[in-house]
């Protein structure tokens, strides 16, 4: 019988309906329900394409002993961190204090009203590596909830207290200026891989927003080691196995120094913040890599990410069925079912090449993938890179030869995907599609941005603006959008008016804006990553450092600037500069995790640039200049784009043509250059 999550929009959730375990959703009628029966919850807390979560779901929640003893001794909570980032954040804050660490999945056990009282992340089935079972897990909290209840509660209230009256002192008044923002370049300098680029040691993730922060930094400023760190970090990860080499698109991360192997689930939110980082790499520079991997990626998040609304899904999984019989990292279900293994649709062995290309080509499609006898990975397969070492390639076979690989792996067991459409990380991906069709020509990406973005409209979108966190087949998800879904979708949406010149995305951004100052703003500028009429957990979650995304608090910073700068709102600009008063503080502390924060505020100190480009409808010069425009490199620079008499942009409202052409017009710090109708005189005032 399927139990209680049957009926969810959530791919995790529903990955769930069929244990033997008695979940419930998050909900006030399961604590009602533990309350009834005296006895805690068990809190699991995960996602769909977290290969430990999978792990820990076919040892213990497909197990039907341990089911038995979950269900006569607890009320079982089900989660998808996705869906619910507060329940997350809030639960992940307490396993982090009492434990010194975090991960997927979460295991919490908490009193009836929601207190926390014991902590841990994945446990085996039996004991190993010094962490207790599952069972025995179950055993120690059942008795200590019968035998020792009043230390329970106390150790609960005692966390929440502890919880409750932390306060998030971000320190001075201001925003950050030239000396903070050397001090956090010099800090990134410091943690800088230089034999492997990137930041710090394994486990090595991609610093997108820190990546960001460089190119804006080096922009400003002229600063080449700014530049050479971005251009080495994305070099290397672009050469890596941290990259797919065939179909395009990042994993995870890698779980090595050198990007060589990586955790294989491919999430939108990497891919659309890379994209846009690659897209503005070249920008920089023109270099060809980043030109490729930037289309690759777009391409690759159409292809295998969109859905049939036009929307963009949540992930690939790490795991994918095995084919050959080879040992897999996760066995059979419960039911006898097909084995899974990480990374099976992605590595490769000599002896699988040699199936598919013959022996010439296959050796060297290996030479040039560093694919060895040995293996870069797990029984002698290797994760295809792109080795320094490689020698010269002919560029015609090279392609006969991934157009065979891919076509070969295609008929491979595919991972399973996420198709839940996420606000937050369809912003993301609307500004990294809107971005690169626009620099590079595909008016085809554009409009995939578009689509994403109606939907966004259509489904997510309530009255008043109000966003859903979720939706799946075109039908919206029961969770409140938080501070990053407000965030990204507005940014997502004025990234989409400079590029189309449709000042309906501009109006969309500043009605999602306009909820952020009156929803999540705290006094002193701070803000709160869930609003203010949302429901209530044991603690507000407000976090200004970024994780795998931008922090809701510093997107929303950038993206109350540009929205200022595009209509002139002076409570915009002021909440803007309110936000970044933490950039202030931890920007020097902390680089590597405030670098969205960072990339803010380059372009707080740029202005930064309003760039006005006012035509005829369809004129060759206003498109050439439109194009400039958007290809400044100038921080956070924004642009409108219409014919003069537009009222969709305030940015073209007194802005005439010139001599009955075409003009750009740019403005910073309320002070206008004259208007210019030469593309090249554009680009040089865009660039000092």
Known sequence: MPNRLAHETSPYLLQHADNPVDWWPWSPEAFAEARRRDVPVLLSVGYSS??????????????????????????AVKVDREERPDVDAVYMEAVQAATGQGGWPMTVFLTPDAEPFYFGTYFPPEPRHGMPSFLDVLDGVSRAWTERRDEVGEVAGNIVKDLSSRSLAYGGDGVPGEAELAQALLGLTRDYD????????????????????LLRHHARTGAEGALQMAADTCAAMARGGIYDQLGGGFARYSVDREWVVPHFEKMLYDNALLCRVYAHLWRATG??????????????????????????????????????????TRDEGADGGERHAEGAYYVWTPAQLTEVLGEEDA?????????????????????????????????????????????????RPRPVRDDKVVAAWNGLAIAALAETGAFFDRPDLVERATEAADLLV???????????????????????????????????????AGVTGEGAWLEFAGFLLDIVLDQF????????????????????????????????????????????????????????????GVVKALGPRAPRFIGWGLATAEALLDGPREIAVAGPSGDDLARALHRTALLAPAPGAVVAFGTPDSDEFPLLRDRPLVNGGAAAYVCRHFTCDAPTTDPAELAGKLSR
């Open 50 to 75: 977290c290969h430990w979560c999978h792990v820990m779901a076919h040892e213990s929640f497909e197990d039907d002993t341990t089911a038995a003893h979950v269900n006569e001794r607890f009320v």
């Open 194 to 213: 230089s034999r492997s680029a990137g930041f710090g040691g394994a486990p090595k993730f991609p610093p997108s927003m820190v990546l960001e922060f």
């Open 287 to 328: 270099d060809d890599l980043a030109r490729r991997v930037a289309l690759e990626t777009a391409d690759f998040m159409v292809r295998e990410l969109r859905t049939a609304e036009g929307g963009f899904a949540s992930a690939l999984d790490a795991d994918s069925p095995v084919e050959d019989g080879g040992e897999p």
């Open 363 to 411: 050796r060297d499609a290996a030479r040039y993938f560093g694919v060895t006898e040995e293996g870069t990975f797990e029984e002698g397969a290797s994760v295809l890179q792109l080795p320094r070492d490689a020698g010269p390639v002919d560029a015609d076979r090279l392609a006969s030869i991934k157009e065979r690989l891919l076509a070969a792996r295609a008929r």
């Open 458 to 496: 259509r489904v997510h979108m309530g009255e008043g603006a109000r966003l859903s966190r979720t939706s799946r087949d075109g039908r919206v998800g029961p969770n409140a959008g938080v501070l990053e879904d407000y965030a990204d979708v507005a940014e997502g949406f004025l990234a989409l």
């Open 521 to 580: 703003v705290a006094e002193g500028g701070a803000l709160y990553d869930t609003a203010h009429d949302a429901e209530t957990l044991i603690r507000r979650p407000q976090d200004p450092t970024d994780s795998a995304t931008p922090s809701g608090w510093t997107a929303a910073g950038g993206a109350l600037l540009s929205y200022a700068a595009h209509t002139g709102s002076e409570a915009h600009r002021a909440a803007a500069e309110g936000a970044l």
